[in-house]
Structure formats: structure tokens, C-alpha cells
């Protein structure tokens, strides 16, 4: 069986045809490392120059995906001009900086911090920063050392979230993180006014990034969780340039606009090199607990579709839930307040699949794509 798997993905990948040179990818010498598992695990490596059609990349993934057998695709995307771009996305143009023949930024190397995970949404309202805060409280309670960096510098919700809105002391010029539910914080949140405009130009964010990276005594950290803002801009891109970012989480409500915004998120992530861990649909629908009747009140299926569209797995589908919100206004996280609530159960469920994803992720360098 093995075998005629290994044969079936060999002819399918023979199958897909490179306009550019009139061959087939196998012909063309497009494709390396060939491996497929036992469980029909298919992993290679793909030879793709920005005068290629970047659909060739989903046009063998489909393929694949196609084959009686075949449970998971997974393709390294390189150019044969450079290093490796990304993991699932099509390549963009070259980096601004090597247009102009600068290098672009080395990430700093953090060794107290194993594994950073960005969660990101392409939109606002969409419970980013809910599945942020959970997923951090999950993983203490797996026995993990957890940070949170709020990085959602416009809007930083992560104070209101725990419950806690005191400045951080200062020891020795290092910022002691605030340690709440066995997670330690830091926010700008904590440092300027509640109520201040927060109207911040790219150096600025870059510095604060920075700083919470190099200033904060965070200690020995297994994950750092980092709730970014919504959308694509100057955060992400400092957070990548500051750090090596190992997974990156989106969001998204199951309605086609979240879902699109969403995908741009993710399309930026795979430009600079950073893995998609995984899709959080969040609002999935309500179940009436009188009558046990549910509701998709956002629609259904949008996570499902942004996950088979970016070839990554769905992590989880959080419910809707009527004193979530009320809970998180109030500094109660549902996975502390109400732990077997259907909403914190999901929650919980996400710690474990998370840290199966990270495990799971090939190392790739920092390269920024832009």
C-alpha cells in the first residue's frame, strides 16, 4: 500500500504542468525530497522562481490532496535564486530591502524563549484576544512557563482581560511582568493611561516590541504568546523582525468577510517566512441549552474553508457563548470562571492541538518577503 501511495503521488506530480517551461514539475527538476509516510504523510520540496505561476504551488497540493490515502500535504517553498520563503503560501516580490541591496533585519536571538506564537485576525471583534488570553491560561495548566506580550498596541485589551491594570515594577531596569492565573503579562496597557489616544507611526511600534522583548524579566518561557492587532501593518512586521516567530494562529468568524480579511492575515504571515499553525473559528454557533437547538448566527463553514484553503488544520470552532464577553469585561476568563461551560472546553482543546502544531512545524529561517 505504501508503495502504490508512494507511486500515486509521484504520477500526480507529473501531472501538473509548468506553462512557463511547457514540463511537467518532476521534468522540470521543480520537486525534491519526495517523502510520504506510512499514515500518507506527503512532504517535499519546491523549486519555485518568481517568473513561475505562484498557483503551480496549490495546483500540486490539490492534486495531492486528491490521492485515496494521502492524509496531509506539506510543501517547502524555495527559491532556487535564495532560501526558503514559506511553507504554503505563493511567493510575492522581492524584499523591498533587496531591491535597494540592504539586507533585511536578523531577528535577535532569544534563548529564554522557546517557541513565540503570534495569534492574529485580519479583522477586529472576532474574540482574537479571548483566544489569546485562554490558550495562554490552558498552557499554564498544562505545567508550561507561559508569557503573554500584548503586541495589539491601538487597542490593548489584555489588562481588562485579567483584571489587572497596575503599572509593573521596575527592578534593576528590567519590567517585572505582571503573573496572573500562572501567566506572566506585559501590555502597554499597563503603562499609559487607560483612556489615552494610542496614535503610534512604525518606529514607535518597533520600539515598544523591542522593548517588551528585551526589557521585560521574563524569565525562562516555553511559549510566548503574542496577541497581536487586527489586520496586516507595522506590529506584525516588527514583531518578525525583533523575533523569530515560530507559529503563527488566526482567527476568524465563520462569515465570509472575517473570513476573507482573515485570509489576507494569514497571506502575511507565509510573506515573511512565519508557519499558520492552524484556523480558531470563534463564534461557531450557539446551542439553545434549554431546548439544545443550535443557531449559526454568523453562518458555517467559514473556518473550515480558510483552513483548506491555506492547507493548514483547523484548530478548533469555539461556540458562541451568552457570558463570555460579560466574563472577559470582568477580568474572568471563561477557562478559569466557568471551566466546563462549552466554551472554555473548546479553549482548553486548543492547548494540546497548538503544541502538536509547533512539534509538527519544519525550522525555517527568518526571511522577510515583502
Known amino acids: 500500500m505504501h508503495n502504490s501511495l508512494e507511486a500515486a503521488v509521484t504520477a500526480a506530480l507529473a501531472r501538473v504542468v509548468n506553462p512557463r517551461v511547457g514540463n511537467d514539475l518532476l521534468s522540470a527538476g521543480m520537486v525534491r525530497d519526495v517523502a510520504v509516510s506510512p499514515e500518507g504523510r506527503v512532504t517535499f520540496t519546491f ?36 532560501p526558503a520563503r514559506t511553507t504554503h503560501a505563493p511567493p510575492g516580490p522581492p524584499p523591498q530591502s533587496a531591491a535597494a541591496g540592504v539586507p533585511a533585519p536578523v531577528p535577535a536571538e532569544f534563548p529564554n524563549i522557546k517557541q513565540v506564537i503570534a495569534v492574529s485576525s485580519g479583522k477586529g471583534g472576532v474574540g482574537k484576544s479571548t483566544v489569546a488570553v485562554n490558550l495562554a491560561i490552558a498552557l499554564a495548566a498544562r505545567g508550561y512557563r507561559v508569557g503573554v506580550m500584548d503586541a495589539d498596541i491601538y487597542g490593548p485589551d489584555i489588562p481588562r482581560m485579567f483584571g489587572i491594570f497596575e503599572r509593573p515594577r521596575v527592578i534593576e531596569g528590567r519590567i517585572q511582568p505582571h503573573v496572573v492565573h500562572d501567566v506572566k503579562l506585559i501590555s502597554l496597557g499597563f503603562l499609559v493611561e487607560r483612556d489615552a489616544a494610542a496614535i503610534w507611526r512604525g518606529p514607535i511600534i518597533m520600539k515598544v516590541i523591542q522593548q517588551f ?43 465570509e468577510v472575517a ?45 473550515q474553508r480558510l483552513a483548506e484553503e491555506l492547507g493548514v488544520p483547523l484548530l478548533g470552532q469555539i461556540p ?19 471551566p466546563e461551560s462549552p466554551a472554555a472546553r473548546a479553549l482548553a482543546g486548543l ?3 497548538v503544541v502538536q ?13 515583502l
Open 320 to 338: 458562541l457563548q451568552a457570558d463570555l464577553t460579560l466574563l472577559a469585561d470582568k477580568g474572568q476568563p471563561v477557562l478559569v470562571a466557568r
Open 47 to 82: 523549486l519555485l522562481s518568481r517568473e513561475d505561476p505562484a498557483t503551480l504551488v496549490r495546483e500540486a497540493r490539490k492534486a495531492l490532496q486528491a490521492i485515496e490515502g494521502v492524509s496531509e500535504v506539506k510543501i517547502s517553498v524555495v527559491d532556487p535564486a535564495g
Open 213 to 255: 522583548l528585551r526589557d521585560v524579566a521574563w524569565g525562562e518561557l516555553d511559549y510566548l504568546i503574542v496577541d497581536m492587532p487586527p489586520g496586516t501593518g507595522d506590529a506584525q512586521l516588527s514583531l518578525v523582525q525583533s523575533i523569530t516567530v515560530n507559529g503563527g494562529i488566526i482567527v476568524t468568524t465563520p462569515q
Open 351 to 353: 492547548a494540546d492541538r
Open 259 to 303: 473570513v476573507n480579511d482573515a485570509l489576507r492575515g494569514a497571506r502575511m504571515f507565509e510573506r515573511v517566512n512565519v508557519p499558520v499553525l492552524g484556523i480558531i473559528e470563534n463564534m461557531s454557533g450557539f446551542t439553545d441549552p434549554e431546548t439544545g437547538r443550535r443557531w449559526d448566527l454568523f453562518g458555517t463553514g467559514g473556518g
Open 357 to 369: 502544531a509547533v512539534a509538527s512545524m519544519p525550522v525555517q529561517l527568518p526571511v522577510l518577503n
